[in-house]
Each structure stands twice: as C-alpha cells, then as structure tokens.
C-alpha cells in the first residue's frame, strides 16, 4: 500500500506566495514521475505540474513563470513553490505520483487533496 501526504494549503492573498509538499510511504521501489493537479469549483481536474525521476519539468501554461515544482528523491518527497497567486489559483490541489512498486506494479497514486484560496 501507498500513501501520498499532502500540506501547506491555506488562504493567501493575490500576489502571496505558498509552498505545497507532497511526501509518499509505504510500499515503494522507486517514484518515477510526480505531479500537481488542481480542481476548480465546476471545474475539470487539470494538471499544473510534473517532474520525472530525472528532473525535468513540465508546467500548464498558465503557471509558468510563476510555480516552480521540485522534488527529494531521498524524502519522496514533492513541493510545489507558489509565487504570485492569482485569484484564478484557487482550487484543491492533488498530489499524484506514479510509483513502481516491489511487486514489479507500476500505478498512479493520489494524494487527499489540499485547499488553495487566493483572496482579493
């Protein structure tokens, strides 16, 4: 069994900054790609996000220059630096991550979820 963990959630106000983490226990042989995704009130889940085990990154267009996500390999672990919040940041944010586990099984795991609320 996996769990994702997710904290650093909250209330902001625009132009404010947060830092989301993102850490994975349990039945792990190795973390290849993880991620952020949001869901908005109405909204489809979308991916903000991603890193691979290699540390490239990809970012949904309208973070870019703004998020920066990142990873520690060593704490399973996976952040999700905020700056410059925009009231249209506001959403659940859900870790992802897709881990191989020691029973050869590759599968995508998510975490709880985690609340963003960008104020005016």
């Known amino acids: 069994q996996v769990q994702l963990v997710e904290s650093g959630g909250g209330l902001v106000q625009a132009g404010g900054s947060l830092r989301l983490s993102c850490t994975a226990s349990g039945s792990i042989f190795r973390i290849e790609a993880m991620g952020w995704y949001r869901q908005a009130p109405g909204k489809q889940r979308e991916l903000v996000a991603v890193?691979?085990?290699?540390?490239?990154?990809n970012y949904v267009d309208s973070v870019k220059g703004r998020f920066t996500i990142s990873r520690d390999n060593a704490k399973n672990t996976v952040y999700l630096q905020m700056n410059s919040l925009k009231l249209e940041d506001t959403a659940v944010y859900y870790c992802?991550?897709?881990?191989?586990?020691?029973?050869?099984?590759?599968?995508?795991?998510w975490g709880q979820g985690t609340q963003v609320t960008v104020s005016s």
């Open positions: 992802n991550a897709k881990i191989l586990t020691p029973m050869a099984i590759i599968r995508g795991y």
């Open positions: 890193i691979t085990g290699a540390g490239s990154t």
